[in-house]
């Protein structure tokens, strides 16, 4: 399994000031090339005063309507949470009906325009959770890529290990997500996305050729010690495959 050319995304920048030091350092050590920002994070005004300081990179959308509070205003915003004023996991398990898809699209418009009024580029668009590859989200993700005018967006995960194999029917569906996604509204993606340490451990087996991979990362998280010190060593150059590391503006 190789690439000719691979994003490094860390997720979450903006979370926590820990997690976006750790990010930050890997940028300079041009361990991580681009970074998804969470525009409702605790931590986002911490990160955004630092992006202007890592041209060389691309900032991406993290969009959120997992955790914390919402940034849209009431009373939007109360669709979205629970009792205690906050977005949860448990938003993946509602139906997603005209009331729901109105106020998810414009929270995440609210978050978008936050990114914007800080002075960051926003490069594409992932997503907290993976939320945005709910297929019954694709409509919204499709509305405002149009209205901001982002025409790059990351994929459903479709590199596995042996380890942790997919199923046929998930794998269907995934192929058919990520075809309306590069095709309603032309979209451009990379080819293959998956987790860093998957990627890490599937270099060097098969024969399959990726023009382009997103590897996602999590610097800083309490779970990432082995990931991190993965990106503080030379492992793509040791692969001996020759991938080049770009970032989101250069696919």
Not at 63 to 70: E, K
Not at 196 to 212: K, Q
């Amino acid at each position: 399994m190789n690439a000719e050319r691979v994003i490094i995304n860390a997720d979450d920048l903006g979370i926590s000031e820990a997690v976006n030091d750790a990010i930050f350092d890997l940028m300079a050590q041009r361990r991580v090339t681009s970074a998804t920002v969470m525009a409702n994070g605790p931590a986002f005004r911490h990160a955004a005063s630092k992006i202007k300081h890592f041209p060389g990179c691309s900032f991406g959308a993290h969009l959120n309507l997992t955790q914390f509070a919402p940034v849209a205003p009431e009373p939007d915003a109360s669709v979205l949470t629970g009792p205690d004023g906050l977005m949860s996991r448990s938003l993946e398990r509602q139906r997603f009906g005209p009331k729901l898809l109105a106020a998810v699209y414009r929270e995440l418009c609210a978050q978008i325009d936050l990114l914007g009024s800080a002075g960051i580029e926003v490069s594409h668009f992932d997503s907290h959770h993976h939320i945005h590859t709910k297929p019954e989200l694709l409509p919204v993700i499709k509305a405002l890529q149009r209205r901001f005018r982002i025409r790059k967006v990351r994929i459903s995960k479709n590199i596995y290990t042996p380890e942790q194999p997919v199923s046929l029917v998930l794998a269907r569906q995934k192929t058919a997500y990520n075809w309306a996604l590069r095709n309603c509204y032309r979209t451009r993606t990379t080819d293959g996305f998956t987790e860093l340490l998957s990627y890490h451990a599937e270099v060097g087996r098969g024969s399959r050729l990726y023009r382009s991979v997103e590897l996602m990362a999590h610097p800083g998280a309490s779970y990432a010690a082995e990931e991190v010190a993965v990106l503080k060593s030379d492992w793509l150059a040791a692969s001996g495959l020759g991938s080049r590391l770009i970032n989101y503006h250069e696919l």
